[in-house]
């Protein structure tokens, strides 16, 4: 076709080509109103798209069965095997990125989550603490749910009561630790 | 009807022309299999020394499709785009299945390159054509290009688009070649002034990789050129009333306005793909937290870090070659490239935002960046310097190979 014949056919069908222009725009739209909501799952949320997360867990695997206890390390030891015990890849923001020893805090908040599968009344967080860097009085305060259960300043176990919670919505346990760092070894969710 | 002969015409002896260049390239690339093997005591097939790193992850793509990522592992593979997949998985349908990924991935790679040089190299040989005409408008100026003018241009355009360092990418399973032909053939159909089918070229493009989308910026610098060039502007007429005329036109010339919004096209099909798949359109940007989440401040912040050597060493070389790729698209706007250095900059622009990481390959897989290094050698009249140029480009290339070979981290 040449330049006239094109322009020609263009003018013919000018109708057609602007209604394609506003299918393509109304596609885009859709896909602008998808970028928006996205229907994904809490893991998926919280580590793409939020970044709450700083490690992924894999689909489901906030979900947690009580008296499960997780270890704080890496999937994979110094040599690249997999561990075989429960790590614990629930963690938020805050933690250092090397765990080969534990997790070790590197702000003034570390965070970790958890999605109950059981309601309870009460329940017991335990927590294994490897080594702690106190540099005030002030010791770790920890809260759960923004609600303050318990402070520790000496490695050790520790144990905190928490109030009831519901399954199947989130669990924020926050370790509030100001100018102090603390290595976490291991950690644990029980009903009473 | 009038006989024509086919070895007279241009197209062929471009044609021609190039396809000694490439069959050397890789003839070299193939020797270079058997020096590695040499050097380091191995028996490794070229494929496999060719496809290491995403190669990989396009192998298990074009094999198995898009899948989930495993609780051990968030990379998931939806973070690299389509479009070069199904065309894999089409060829090799064609083969039954027969046919190794990886020697599938490698025949696309060196179809769509081939194809990507020879449609850049009608574009330059119809941009010098246009120029002369502009100069001498009285000449002949299909007949100033003879024999010596083809030849001597084309071994430059096919050595750096066949070896020029960091090109051996276009040899293995990865997206540049498709992307650097789709852009190819973008700028070929500006040129042509056939905008929607640029537009085509565009969002495939976008659907082999997401900066494909940038390229509606320069199909709007090309469309604008277009309207200075064929309106009458008054001298006296501020940019804003040029603007709004410009505007105007666009949208009252609905094949230009189909152009534009064919652009994007790619990104957005593979996005409504995502939002079916994994619930998330943005899932290629987000899944990128699986390889890096190192956060400076975005371009200036990132190349301060990499060229003061605040970060790995090889960073700090990336870091001064995006500087270099800025002086080249600077000297391309000077050149008035202007469509293609806009491209250029932005789509350079884009991984400046994170990191610096895999600059060189991006940059040299813009294809534009070649344009400006061509056109740079093409000035130099002495052509024993070209030779000298040449070599040096292809040793740098070959000893590149080796450390592509050996999957060295100064390719990373």
């Known amino acids: 076709m040449d330049k006239k014949t094109d322009r020609a056919w263009v003018m013919q069908h000018k109708g057609i080509i602007y209604a394609a222009c506003l299918i393509l725009v109304f596609f885009y739209f859709i896909n602008m109103w998808w970028l928006a909501t996205p229907d994904v799952g809490i893991e998926y949320k919280m580590y793409y798209i939020t970044h709450e997360l700083s490690d992924w867990p894999g689909y489901g695997n906030l979900s947690y069965t009580l008296g499960t206890t997780e270890i704080c390390t890496g999937r994979w030891d110094k040599e690249g095997n997999l561990v075989d015990y429960t790590v614990c ?13 534990g997790s070790k805090s ?37 809260y759960v749910n923004n609600k303050k259960v318990g402070v520790f300043n000496t490695s050790g176990q520790h144990k905190f009561t928490i109030e009831n919670y519901e399954k199947d919505e989130l669990l924020c346990v926050k370790f509030d630790t100001g100018d102090n760092e603390f290595l976490l070894w291991s950690i644990c969710l029980d009903s009473f | 009807m009038q006989k024509v002969d086919i070895k007279r015409n241009q197209n062929y002896k471009i044609f021609m022309c190039l396809l000694v260049i490439f069959i050397l390239s890789r003839l070299i690339m193939a020797i270079m299999v058997l020096v590695y093997n040499n050097v380091m005591g191995t028996n490794h097939s070229f494929a496999y020394l060719m496809n290491p790193w995403d190669a990989k992850r396009y192998q298990f793509i074009i094999d198995n499709g898009y ?106 399973t990865y997206t540049e070649a498709m992307f650097i032909m789709f852009i190819a ?24 990789r997401i900066v494909g989308c940038v390229l509606v910026f320069a199909l709007i610098v090309e469309l604008y050129l277009d309207f200075i060039k064929s309106k009458t502007i008054y001298a006296t007429e501020s940019i804003f009333h040029r603007i709004k005329k410009f505007l105007y036109q666009i949208f009252t010339t609905p094949q230009y306005l189909m152009a534009i919004l064919l652009c994007p096209l790619g990104t957005f099909l593979y996005m409504t793909f995502l939002r079916f798949f994994c619930g998330d359109v943005f899932a290629f940007k987000h899944v990128q937290i699986a390889w890096r989440e190192d956060s400076y401040v975005p371009v200036i912040g990132v190349l301060w870090r990499a060229c003061t050597g605040q970060i790995e060493p090889r960073y700090t070389y990336m870091g001064w070659f995006c500087i270099g790729a800025f002086i080249i698209y600077g000297y391309m706007i000077r050149k008035k490239y202007y469509s293609m250095a806009v491209f250029g900059i932005i789509s350079l622009l884009i991984p400046l935002t994170s990191h610096v990481m895999s600059t060189c ?3 040299v897989g813009s294809y534009v960046f070649l344009v400006g290094i061509y056109d ?8 024993f310097l070209i030779c000298i140029i040449i070599v040096v480009l292809a040793l740098i290339e070959l000893y590149l190979i080796f450390l592509w070979y050996n999957s060295d981290c100064w390719l990373m």
Not at chain 2, 70 to 88: E, G, H, K, R, S
Not at chain 2, 376 to 383: F, G, R
């Open chain 1, 89 to 101: 890849m629930r963690k938020g923001t805050g933690w250092e990125r090397n765990q080969d020893m």
């Open chain 1, 106 to 142: 590197c702000d003034k908040e570390s965070f970790i989550y958890y999605i109950p599968k059981k309601s309870v009344d009460s329940a017991t967080l335990t927590i294994q603490v490897k080594d702690i860097w106190c540099n005030n009085n002030d010791g770790i305060g920890v």
């Open chain 2, 67 to 172: 899948t989930y990522p495993l609780d051990t592992d968030p990379q998931a593979n939806w973070a690299f785009f389509p479009l070069y997949v199904i065309v894999c998985q089409f060829v090799k349908l064609l083969t039954f299945g027969q046919l190794d990924t990886f020697w599938v991935g490698m025949v696309v790679s060196n179809i769509c390159i081939f194809i990507g040089t020879f449609f850049g190299f009608k574009y330059i040989f119809n941009r010098n054509n246009n120029d002369l005409y502009n100069k001498y408008y009285s000449a002949q100026v299909y007949n100033i290009f003879d024999n010596n003018w083809i030849s001597k241009n084309t071994i430059i355009w096919g050595s750096l688009f066949f070896m020029a360092p960091y090109m051996f990418y276009c040899s293995s």
């Open chain 2, 185 to 208: 053939l973008f700028f070929y159909f500006c040129q042509q002034k056939k905008y929607v089918l640029a537009g085509c070229m565009s969002a495939a493009a976008s659907a082999t």
């Open chain 2, 361 to 363: 390959r991006f940059i």
């Open chain 2, 376 to 383: 740079l050698i093409n000035k130099i009249k002495n052509k």
